[in-house]
């Protein structure tokens, strides 16, 4: 029947326009940031507004590399220095507390997995002062490991609960074989099962990453000094600087959005599981 | 010796694996809280946090906060907020889950797309719509100028009501992501048959709507909107970058408010009771949840 083909394939293609526009306007203001980045102040005034920069313009990128009275790329590297030790820290624990959980048979389990199910939904303001006052008791104000410990601490529980469901649907038959074989809990764990929760272990990866790269409360609370202070507290630093030379301004967003950007385009599937089986907004 | 290995031979290892995790947490997170506590009883500003003896004050810093009328606006602002962004969240994820749940050529690779908001960091979302907000040059005015709907520009982040509805917009665009995927998880459960057999008996589509996906979703709805209350109550970023609490803490939430008076006003002890009444609302909540959660997996 082609009368019926041809219709199905209208009603697709309105689909995809529809689609199409729908997109558009939701993401209308990450493109707007990136276009208003590439004009100059002149042209970003203008009424009405130009969806595309007549003149290309990179100095509110280039800017920053020559005469950088503000360093992005310095609170770049903080950012991610942070970001990826929080994220090392959450994995580490995470692991081993998610196998003990999924695998073994003990006391107050379900009490532990209720906690971290609590403190997933934990507010930061909860913790800012009191964390403040502790890290300065310890002299870790002002020392980036402030910022790593208490990224960490959102990674950990998120990190834990998507393990536990992957650790748990492996078979317990693969692990006695596994014994057989000659490995011990150890040798297994590290053998036979981190490699088939390996992308429960990429999920959890990409969430701490990004929920370190994300903060700003604790990166600007604990860090008082610029020079160590992640993106995101730059971007408020700057704001308060440059106060309305919007071209910069979005240039340094552009530039915080990348690596977020990047891992979107390599790890979309395993962003949509996280988000599917409970990821938090920090 | 012996007992311990007795101890830990059977399922009680398991304590082993989960002890680093634990006690970091119980560390960092679990003492904040308690210190978080009992400092909203004490007297703590930047003049007596270094002494070693901190003076009792019962229920004061509570009874200031209380009296200093910005504390219940600000919990009042928290609820509008939250309602509002968690209502536009809800119905345009729906309506968005139930768009791409159609089957056509682009729905996938666009709906995947549109997770991106939801990634990028508040601080980038807070400054985009700040400027995309802005009297002069941002483009709401701009756009509603050349259609000739406003003859001078409006003063978004300038006037109370303003303020608070371009923060609902900022953090609803941040949402809706959350809720589309959410949802459409929730969708791709739903038998097809038996959509079609319901169309086979004569219903119609509003018909099956409301009598089969709707009921199908409702454990899904029910915690895409008790987990969207928790974030939503929480934020704190967004309105940190974007309006700071004015004008004149016409959009001050409790978590700003928190951090306003710990960081900016060096009272700390009011501002780790605003954050406990935070916590304590928040508390409240997530048990709600979690019974949801179980005792919909009990029933099921």
């Not at chain 2, 031979?9 to 082993?16: A, E, F, M, P, V």
């Not at chain 2, 809280?33 to 703590?44: H, K, T, W």
């Not at chain 2, 009501?161 to 959350?178: D, E, K, Q, V, Y």
């Not at chain 2, 029910?222 to 309006?243: H, R």
Request: hydrophobic share 50%; charged share 10%; with cysteine.
């Amino acid at each position: 029947m082609p009368d019926k083909k041809a219709s199905e394939n209208l009603k697709n293609t309105g689909y995809c326009i529809a689609a199409l526009l729908a997109f558009a306007f939701l993401m209308f203001p990450l493109y707007w940031m990136v276009v208003t980045s590439l004009k100059n102040e002149i042209e970003i005034f203008k009424v009405p507004p130009t969806l595309i920069p007549h003149v290309l313009n990179s100095t509110s990128y280039s800017a920053q590399l020559k005469h950088g009275d503000f360093n992005m790329f310095r609170s770049f590297k903080n950012s991610f220095v942070i970001s990826s030790c929080a994220m090392l820290i959450s994995l580490v624990l995470a692991l081993p507390a998610s196998y003990g959980i999924a695998r073994f048979r003990f006391k107050g389990k379900r009490f532990f997995i209720l906690s971290f199910l609590v403190t997933q939904m934990l507010p930061v303001s909860v913790l800012l002062t009191p964390m403040f006052i502790l890290f300065k008791n310890v002299h870790l104000l002002n020392n980036q490991f402030s910022a790593i410990l208490s990224d960490a601490t959102i990674g950990i529980p998120f990190a834990v609960l998507i393990l536990i469901g992957y650790f748990a649907s492996i078979p317990k038959e693969l692990e006695d074989a596994s014994r057989m074989d000659g490995c011990n809990r150890f040798s297994a764990f590290l053998l036979v099962f981190l490699p088939i929760a390996s992308p429960g272990v990429i999920v959890c990866m990409v969430f701490s990453f990004l929920y370190g790269w994300g903060d700003l409360a604790y990166g600007m609370t604990f860090l008082q000094d610029q020079t160590m202070r992640p993106i995101t507290a730059g971007i408020f630093n700057f704001m308060g600087q440059y106060g309305t030379k919007w071209s910069y301004l979005m240039a340094f967003a552009v530039v915080t959005i990348i690596p977020v950007v990047i891992i979107f385009v390599f790890m979309q599937k395993y962003i949509i599981s996280g988000l599917t089986s409970g990821a938090v907004k920090g | 010796m012996n007992r311990i290995r007795r101890f830990f031979k059977y399922g009680n290892i398991g304590y082993l694996f989960v002890l680093p995790a634990v006690v970091y947490m119980l560390l960092l997170v679990g003492y904040p809280i308690i210190s978080n506590f009992i400092l909203s009883f004490q007297d703590v500003t930047v003049m007596t946090l270094n002494r070693p003896l901190k003076a009792f004050v019962g229920f004061r810093n509570y009874r200031l906060l209380f009296g200093d009328g910005v504390l219940q606006p600000s919990i009042v602002n928290t609820f509008i907020f939250t309602v509002c962004c968690i209502v536009l969240q809800f119905v345009i994820g729906f309506a968005l889950a139930l768009f791409f749940n159609r089957d056509f050529t682009f729905a996938k690779p666009i709906r995947g797309m549109l997770m991106v908001p939801w990634m990028i960091p508040m601080t980038v979302t807070a400054l985009m719509f700040k400027f995309m907000f802005s009297s002069n040059v941002g483009i709401v005015n701009q756009f509603l100028q050349v259609c000739g709907l406003i003859g001078k520009p409006i003063e978004w982040l300038l006037q109370p009501r303003l303020a608070m509805l371009s923060l609902i917009i900022a953090n609803t665009w941040i949402g809706i992501p959350f809720n589309m995927i959410l949802i459409s998880t929730g969708l791709t459960t739903i038998p097809c048959e038996l959509k079609e057999a319901a169309s086979i008996d004569g219903a119609s589509s509003g018909q099956s709507f409301f009598k089969i996906t709707l009921p199908m979703l409702k454990p899904v709805i029910g915690s895409v909107l008790i987990l969207g209350f928790i974030y939503t109550f929480k934020v704190f970023d967004l309105v940190f970058v974007m309006t700071n609490g004015g004008p004149v803490n016409s959009t001050q939430l409790l978590s700003t408010y928190s951090y306003k008076l710990s960081f900016s006003l060096f009272k700390y002890s009011q501002g780790a009771a605003t954050a406990n009444i935070l916590f304590l609302i928040l508390f409240v909540v997530s048990i709600l949840y979690l019974k949801f959660v179980y005792d919909d997996k009990e029933t099921n």
